[in-house]
């Protein structure tokens, strides 16, 4: 299993950024995935799973502001990030579950300047 996160970068508060993750190695679209990140000093964070169905789900933090979604065809999970705050700061990883395991991609650097 391999997931390659992409779309990290800088931007202003208030800006938008759209994370991918591209999955490989499993069938894609029976497997719920999520969106979790982490801060130096501070436990991983969940921000948003999407099921199979595609059922969603989302960290407080980010309701209203973040939309998780998937395209079973290109085996790919987006993040769409609205309305950055300064605290959005992280790295951001995706992550999925099999065969009693958990999957991580390589993580992907947000930076939200205020």
């Known amino acids: 299993v391999q997931l390659q996160a992409s779309g990290g970068g800088l931007v202003q508060a208030g800006g938008s950024l759209k994370l991918s993750c591209r999955a490989s190695g499993i069938n894609f679209r029976i497997h719920s995935m999520h969106w979790y990140r982490q801060t130096p000093g501070k436990q991983r964070e969940l921000v948003a799973t999407?099921?199979?169905?595609?059922?969603?789900n989302y960290a407080d933090s980010v309701k209203g502001r973040f939309t998780i979604s998937r395209d079973n065809i290109r085996n790919t999970v987006y993040l769409q990030m609205n309305s950055l705050k300064p605290e959005d700061t992280a790295v951001y990883l995706c992550?999925?579950?099999?065969?009693?395991?958990?999957?991580w991609g390589q993580g992907t650097q947000v930076t939200v300047s205020s």
């Open positions: 992550s999925t579950h099999w065969r009693s395991r958990d999957y």
């Open positions: 999407i099921s199979s169905t595609p059922a969603t």
